[in-house]
């Protein structure tokens, strides 16, 4: 994850820090190489300009303090600067209503919204001690009803029993009646993917939002697309009311442009990244500790 950029940026550093002193020239030097970086990690355009408008400013803008080099200050505006692009301050699930909390996963077909759905389900039991019921609400793949059974059974998490011919906002109502009559404190529906935002996958997705009213409601985006991800949770966004967004194979992924852009380009928080196809490989994302990985 990031390895190129931060080797990228790692060169650009350790020739800031090696100077004592740096004007003007030096610093616009440095960010015409850290934008070239930002730009080869596919990190979206505006989003890289941004950045590099508010260092500089800040950087030439600066009274270098005595404790710290002129090289280090520049690094350390980076890091915040970093830190706030993704987003600030680590954002988890907000699940304090009156249980059962629901949480929709959406997303595209072959975005990792089944595996997501039973790894988060395993982390909210493990992590939190939480009582979870899991629900497919694809009916337009075959398998899919039964992918999220096989995989409650491994990750050991309740699936609503399927019954063949009901419509995805019907499971929907019939899962929450469940999990309030058996006592969950979480309910996830997985609901159907298809291979584009289409109006048909939004008007289910909206509907299937008014019948279930989630607490969350998480976009799975499949983080080796890079900025087509982070167009695809433009769109969902515009049309449904997301709390934040999974990026799933980050551990493919060296480059890290929709998890540097999304933030920034969609205002929804990535909550959670994937980082395998092990149902353990789950992380939830917090920027400072990316923005240091990213600077090593
Ligand atoms: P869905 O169609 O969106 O429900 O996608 P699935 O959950 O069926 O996942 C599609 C494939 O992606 C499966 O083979 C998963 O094991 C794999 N997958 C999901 N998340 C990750 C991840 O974070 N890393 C890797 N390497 N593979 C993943």
Do not use: C, W, Y
């Not at 020239?25 to 890289?48: T, Y």
Request: charged content about 25%; hydrophobic content about 45%.
């Amino acid at each position: 994850m990031f390895e190129s950029l931060s080797d990228r940026l790692g060169g650009v550093f350790d020739k800031l820090r090696g100077r004592g002193a740096l004007n003007e020239a030096d610093v616009r030097a440095a960010m015409r190489e850290v934008r070239i970086a930002l730009l080869e990690a596919d990190v979206a355009l505006p989003v890289a300009k941004d950045f590099i408008a508010k260092v500089t400013q800040r950087a030439i803008g600066t009274e270098v303090t005595k404790s710290v080099t002129p090289g280090q200050q520049v690094v350390k505006i980076v890091n915040d600067e970093l830190v706030a692009m993704l987003g600030g301050e680590a954002e988890g699930l907000e699940l304090g209503v009156a249980p059962p909390a629901v949480i929709m996963m959406v997303g595209l077909q072959g975005s990792g919204k089944t595996t997501t759905t039973a790894k988060i389900a395993r982390r909210l039991k493990t992590k939190d001690g939480k009582k979870v019921l899991m629900a497919s609400l694809d009916v337009n793949r075959p398998a899919a009803q039964e992918q999220l059974r096989v995989l409650g059974e491994q990750v050991e998490v309740a699936t609503l029993p399927i019954i063949e011919g009901q419509q995805p906002t019907e499971i929907a109502r019939r899962a929450l009646q469940a999990a309030k009559l058996q006592g969950f404190d979480v309910l996830m529906l997985d609901t159907a993917g298809r291979l584009h935002v289409d109006e048909a996958l939004m008007a289910e997705m909206q509907a299937v939002a008014a019948a279930a009213n989630p607490a969350e409601a998480l976009l799975v985006v499949d983080a080796l697309t890079g900025q087509d991800a982070v167009n695809v949770a433009t769109n969902f966004s515009e049309r449904m009311a997301l709390t934040g967004v999974v990026l799933t194979r980050m551990d493919g992924d060296a480059r890290g442009g929709a998890a540097l852009s999304m933030r920034a380009v969609t205002g929804k928080p990535i909550k959670f990244v994937g980082t395998g196809e092990k149902v353990d490989a789950l992380d939830a994302f917090d920027p400072s500790r990316v923005a240091g990985r990213i600077l090593g």
